[in-house]
């Protein structure tokens, strides 16, 4: 099945303690990219990347950092988490850099 | 700057009745236009989007939008709607130059029996 997937779909952690959102694709899309979605604000773009090796600054990238090693993996670190940054985070991915976008499930993010 | 607005927090609608989420956009360039629902504890779906050509794109469930380059709008419609199309919705428009993506704040159709 065609699919984006993210873990952990739940996080719960503490000021300062760095951590990991993964996220997969299995389309081969050369496109990918985080938002965070909070309420009022609809969803904002973190970092995207246009193919492996190539990431760019969304709308929002401060204090967050991505990866494109590989063209199906895209993982979203928090070196230093802060409150925040506590958001439901998605992780997308297009065939291209103009179409339509894939989601995952989202990961529900709580910095204490 | 690129921005997307989406005036309603909420829309209304009897089922049945069509339906009209309002989605007004400012980019520079052509713009690629999309329009994408949520369900709750979902991602987001995409419905339809608007690249080049007829104004009039007709996308999944019914859904349709119109193109209007001289008001900048780019309105989703259903002419018949139903229940299940209660959910969240959001208008995007890529930034072509910047390969970026930019959404509105969301709409919530509330669509009652």
């Known amino acids: 099945e065609a699919q984006v997937t993210q873990n952990p779909r739940y996080l719960i952690t503490v000021t300062g303690k760095k951590l990991t959102v993964t996220c997969s694709q299995n389309?081969?899309?050369?496109?990918m990219s985080w938002y965070r979605q909070d309420p009022g604000l609809g969803l904002r773009q973190i970092y995207y990347?246009?193919?492996?090796?190539?990431?760019d600054k969304g709308d929002v990238p401060e204090g967050y950092k991505v990866s494109r090693k590989e063209k199906r993996n895209f993982p979203l670190i928090l070196e230093s988490p802060s409150p925040n940054q506590t958001s439901l985070y998605f992780c997308?991915?297009?065939?291209?850099?103009?179409?339509?976008?894939?989601f995952g499930p989202g990961t529900r993010l709580t910095v204490t | 700057a690129q921005s997307v607005a989406q005036p309603e927090d909420q829309v209304n609608v009897a089922e049945g009745n069509p339906l009209t989420v309002k989605c007004t956009y400012s980019?520079?360039?052509?713009?690629?236009l999309f329009w994408y629902v949520q369900y709750p504890n979902r991602g987001l779906q995409f419905l339809l989007k608007?690249?080049?050509?007829?104004?009039l794109v007709k996308g999944s469930y019914g859904f349709e939008a119109e193109f209007n380059k001289s008001q900048t709008s780019f309105h989703l419609k259903k002419p018949s709607a139903l229940v299940s199309d209660s959910a969240l919705y959001f208008c995007?428009?890529?930034?072509?130059?910047?390969?970026?993506?930019?959404f509105g704040s969301g709409t919530k159709l509330n669509v009652k029996p």
């Open positions: 997308a991915s297009s065939l291209r850099g103009y179409g339509e976008q894939y």
């Open positions: 980019v520079s360039g052509n713009p690629y």
């Open positions: 990347s246009m193919n492996v090796e190539v990431t």
């Open positions: 608007y690249i080049t050509g007829d104004n």
């Open positions: 389309m081969n899309h050369e496109y």
């Open positions: 995007a428009v890529r930034d072509m130059n910047f390969n970026k993506f930019y």
